[in-house]
């Protein structure tokens, strides 16, 4: 089926041009922040209480471990009940600058915790709150108090409160493929099946205020034949799915590729490939009235868009060069200020932008394989984020722009392969597998940070 090819273009295309200056990203020196999440006062807790506020403070450890490159979290052994008595001199002299004490006590059905935080270097505690927690809801409510300590000690929001979105083909059975969608806690804990259409699912995206999923999926269609005769074949439908009320709708259904889809800053409006007219163009398109407007207009084919957050600038895939490789342009008219950015590997894929709008996350086919990569919007400073670590592919930056989540696909022999989710900082540090045995996964795709 050609409109099928024209979403796998990527994957046969063949480049003699390679981008000079690539630079190879090792750990990247900064100076970090000594933090400490003290051991915690503990009154009056039964056995599974106690357990209950260890795990807390685990979890609220292991969190701080994903920003490494800001803080070195560190055990304090020095301390004695350091909730109900501080000792800043000696904190200070030990070159602590956060302090994170707590106190936890018996409440129905779990465990209070009392916390403070305390800014070694000002003298000052900036930071108090408790929460009640039971076992159903640790994770949760212990993801909200590491947001709330990170807010107070850099003044912006963390990762611990998104989830990412993503697809495994988990359920697939011998030979009849199937991808589903799937969401989990950025950690990779709590996994929750989403679809169930035993098909194949592409290319999901989040609405601005995390309600709402746009989401591929192929479809059997009712079409005629040339002797009028009424037949089914494939095509790739645009859904959109309700996180809240769990429903779905169909968002357009041309004859052809319907995917690719991103939202704006506006949720009515999104951007899409649609293969109707003969061609891969991408449209923009409004939800509320239905209303189509054509962005690229060219020969060649134009796929998966990706939108800076003020709506300036889109970076799109192209093989109008005769291969896929990374393009950007302004949206607001038809082939406005179209510039190819991209000239690493032989072919590009799925180029994302960070949340400032200022770099672009892509896959290149390089030395048999993809790796990431990451370049300036003007298609300056190319960075290579990884080597030797499988291939690698489906980059998206985290929404605080300091991490970037992908997919690693490793050969075990000639009948099996895997391919997780891992998390890398932005510098190309990689910090972690975020799946396990979870089926080939693809597209993972990070929920928006909402104040």
């Given at each position: 089926m050609k409109f099928l090819l024209s979403?796998?273009?990527?994957?046969?295309?063949?480049?003699?041009?390679?981008?000079?200056?690539?630079?190879?990203?090792?750990?990247?020196?900064?100076?970090?922040?000594?933090?400490?999440?003290?051991?915690?006062?503990?009154?009056n807790l039964s056995s599974s209480q106690k357990v209950l506020a260890n795990e807390l403070l685990d979890l609220i450890r292991n969190n701080f471990v994903f920003y490494k490159h800001k803080f070195n979290t560190v055990l304090y052994n020095k301390s004695a009940n350091s909730y109900t008595t501080e000792n800043l001199t000696q904190w200070k002299e030990d070159g602590i600058n956060f302090f994170i004490a707590s106190s936890i006590v018996p409440a129905s059905g779990g465990v209070e915790a009392k916390f403070k935080l305390w800014n070694i270097h000002d003298g000052k505690m900036v930071f108090t709150d408790s929460v009640t927690v039971n076992s159903n809801d640790l994770r949760s409510k212990g993801h909200e108090i590491s947001d709330k300590f990170y807010r107070a000690m850099t003044g912006k929001p963390s990762i611990f409160k998104s989830k990412i979105v993503f697809i495994s083909d988990r359920t697939t059975r011998s030979r009849d493929i199937e991808k589903e969608l799937y969401i989990m806690d950025f950690d990779g804990r709590r996994v929750e099946k989403l679809t169930t259409f035993n098909s194949i699912v592409l290319s999901p995206s989040i609405s601005p205020d995390n309600k709402k999923l746009l989401f591929s999926v192929i479809e059997?269609?009712?079409?005629?034949?040339?002797?009028?005769?009424?037949?089914?074949?494939?095509n790739i439908n645009l859904k959109m799915y309700d996180l809240q009320t769990k429903s779905m709708t169909t968002v357009?259904?041309?004859?052809?590729?319907?995917?690719?889809?991103?939202?704006?800053?506006?949720?009515?409006?999104?951007?899409l490939t649609l293969t109707a007219g003969g061609n891969a163009d991408i449209y923009e398109m409004n939800l509320a009235t239905s209303a189509m407007r054509k962005v690229t207009s060219h020969y060649g084919e134009d796929v998966d868009p990706s939108i800076t957050?003020?709506?300036?600038?889109?970076?799109?895939?192209?093989?109008?060069?005769?291969?896929?490789?990374?393009?950007?342009?302004?949206?607001s008219q038809t082939e406005k200020d179209v510039k190819r950015i991209s000239f690493v590997g032989k072919f590009n894929a799925t180029p994302r932008f960070s949340p400032d709008g200022k770099e672009i996350v892509f896959a290149s086919w390089v030395d048999n394989g993809f790796d990431i990569y990451k370049i300036g919007a003007d298609g300056q400073n190319l960075v290579r984020l990884t080597k030797d670590f499988g291939s690698n592919e489906d980059p998206i930056f985290s929404p605080d722009g300091e991490f970037i989540v992908f997919t690693s696909k490793r050969v075990i022999n000639s009948r099996k392969?895997?391919?997780?989710?891992?998390?890398?900082?932005?510098?190309?540090?990689?910090?972690?597998?975020?799946?396990?045995?979870?089926?080939?996964?693809f597209s993972p795709m990070f929920t928006n940070i909402l104040n």
């Open positions: 979403l796998f273009f990527v994957m046969f295309s063949v480049s003699s041009f390679s981008q000079d200056a690539v630079i190879a990203v090792g750990d990247a020196e900064q100076e970090k922040d000594k933090l400490v999440i003290d051991s915690s006062e503990l009154s059997d269609k009712q079409a005629l034949s040339s002797r009028n005769k009424k037949k089914l074949i494939k357009s259904s041309k004859p052809g590729l319907n995917s690719g889809a991103t939202y704006s800053r506006d949720p009515n409006i999104i951007y957050a003020d709506g300036s600038m889109m970076t799109f895939l192209s093989n109008r060069p005769g291969r896929a490789h990374i393009y950007t342009m302004d949206p392969a895997v391919q997780e989710i891992y998390i890398m900082n932005r510098e190309g540090e990689v910090l972690g597998q975020l799946t396990q045995n979870f089926g080939k996964c």
